[in-house]
């Protein structure tokens, strides 16, 4: 399965530290949750990642604020690709590990 949508850059604003995410839209967040993936910690799911020329392993996270998952986005990343606050990002995600 992969999975590719555009959303907005955004930063959470809960720690002082500098947490940047971009939320995983409703369809597609639906999809992830109807993965039968074995329970992880925090209900998250691993994800091969790549946006731009950049790949990486992480994990999504699911969020009640957002309505659905979150994907965060590293520093080493967003530099590399030149994105900012509030910029429109281009994601395919692949879970990890599916059956």
Do not use: C, N
């Not at 329970?39 to 699911?62: A, E, Y």
């Not at 994105?83 to 599916?98: F, H, K, N, Q, S």
């Amino acid at each position: 399965m992969h999975l590719t949508f555009t959303a907005p850059l955004w930063q959470w604003q809960v720690r002082s530290d500098s947490w940047w995410f971009v939320t995983v839209p409703p369809d597609e967040s639906d999809a992830l949750a109807d993965l039968p993936l074995p329970p992880r910690g925090f209900g998250s799911i691993k994800v091969t990642v790549t946006v731009g020329g950049t790949t990486w392993s992480t994990s999504v996270f699911p969020s009640d604020e957002q309505k659905g998952y979150v994907l965060p986005m590293k520093k080493a990343v967003r530099q590399a690709e030149g994105i900012g606050p509030g910029d429109a990002v281009r994601v395919t995600l692949e879970p990890v590990g599916l059956p």
